[in-house]
């Protein structure tokens, strides 16, 4: 199966329409050019083009044409790879920000989960509802998307990015009345200049000249952050969300500039911004997100203590846990350190006092155990 998708990706397309993907030229494909490059992409996937599972759009303003998936796309692949999709937590973040996580299960057991967020400030009624489902909407179709290995924005995202808001959505392979001349005349001066005319007009400086601006865009703005910071290969991530613009970014670094952060935070940022990635050069906390504090519970544990791995600010710990309720709360009940082997120790049904923090991990509870009050039973 990898081996026809790589054909069709590649060995049917011509070199001239490969080096514009690759350049991100898509503006510069005269009409057959681009109809083939979206053929070729739907049938590497496995996706019928009749039903225009991608389309195109343009900035005004800009010349750079961008390719993005439509509702069809993710509901073609989501039948298509036979995955499963279900919510799995819910939060209002402040009084500004509505972010629902999905997970994307495959038959295979893989699993993916994403996150879509919105903007809720000041929203009542209809509204506010609308938002809402347009945070479902948007997890859903980023996990589906990541599932299958895509990095195109799906069509619930586009009204996030200024720029393209209120814009035109020409058909694949079609130029409109308002963009149309600017994409034709470039390649159709290719076509016509004879070879001793290029050193005059130097033709080929503008597509090296336009990329330039685009790897590295100053950033500034404030954010909320949605998940705790991680670390693989040196880099140091977490996953954000603009108030300005209604993203979801991935803000990185190599310094120590995003380890003090936590989950609902309200930070200001400064970096360079490249794609949904930005590489972080200031960070201040504006507002810290409240610390929960330890209290005592009266803990009844409803199944055997088992042991797992669990990542924390500080990194990827054994834990023993169980599931428990605690103040006639249903919980799970995690230990750490010292603690494991007592909380290993309790029945079922057994009472204990416990002093502990309550955390909430996306759709559960925890209880992160401090020190047994009482002895198990």
Not at 118 to 139: F, H, P, Q, S, Y
Not at 229 to 240: A, F, S, T
Request: hydrophobic share 35%; glycine share 8%; proline share 7%.
């Amino acid at each position: 199966m990898s081996e026809k998708t790589e054909r069709t990706l590649y060995d049917s397309l011509p070199a001239e329409i490969l080096k514009k993907v690759v350049r991100g030229e898509l503006d510069s494909m005269t009409p057959e050019e681009t109809v083939a490059y979206y053929q070729a992409v739907c049938e590497s996937l496995g996706l019928n083009p009749l039903t225009r599972p991608f389309d195109f759009i343009r900035p005004k303003g800009g010349s750079r044409v961008i390719l993005y998936a439509r509702r069809d796309c993710a509901d073609q692949l989501a039948a298509k790879h036979k995955l499963s999709r279900q919510i799995i937590s819910r939060e209002k973040i402040g009084d500004t920000v509505y972010a629902v996580t999905a997970r994307i299960t495959g038959p295979d057991g893989r699993v993916v989960e994403a996150t879509g967020a919105v903007n809720i400030a000041g929203l009542k009624g209809e509204d506010l509802a609308n938002r809402i489902m347009i945070a479902e909407t948007k997890a859903y179709r980023r996990g589906v998307l990541a599932y299958a290995g895509l990095g195109w924005a799906d069509e619930t995202e586009l009204e996030t990015i200024p720029e393209l808001r209120n814009e035109f959505r020409p058909e694949p392979g079609l130029e409109t009345e308002s963009a149309g001349p600017e994409p034709e005349q470039q390649p159709n001066q290719e076509a016509v200049q004879q070879p001793e005319q290029e050193p005059e007009q130097q033709p080929e400086q503008k597509p090296e000249q336009q990329p330039e601006p685009k790897q590295g865009e100053d950033f500034e703005g404030e954010l909320v952050v949605l998940e705790p910071p991680e670390e693989k290969d040196g880099w140091k991530k977490v996953l954000g969300f603009t108030l300005v613009g209604e993203e979801t970014v991935s803000l990185v670094t190599r310094g120590k500039h995003l380890d003090a952060l936590g989950p609902q935070d309200h930070i200001y940022v400064k970096g360079q911004r490249r794609g949904d990635k930005i590489i972080v050069a200031v960070v201040s906390i504006i507002k810290k997100a409240q610390e929960p504090e330890p209290g005592e519970f009266t803990v009844i544990v409803k199944s055997p203590p088992r042991e797992a791995k669990k990542t924390f600010e500080s990194g990827l710990e054994s834990i023993t846990w169980a599931r428990a309720v605690a103040n006639g709360e249903e919980v799970l009940l995690v230990a750490r350190g010292a603690n494991r082997e007592a909380v290993k120790a309790l029945a079922v049904d057994a009472e204990v006092r416990v002093k502990g923090t309550l955390v909430q991990d996306k759709d559960k509870i925890l209880l992160v155990v401090e020190e047994l009050l009482e002895p198990a039973a």
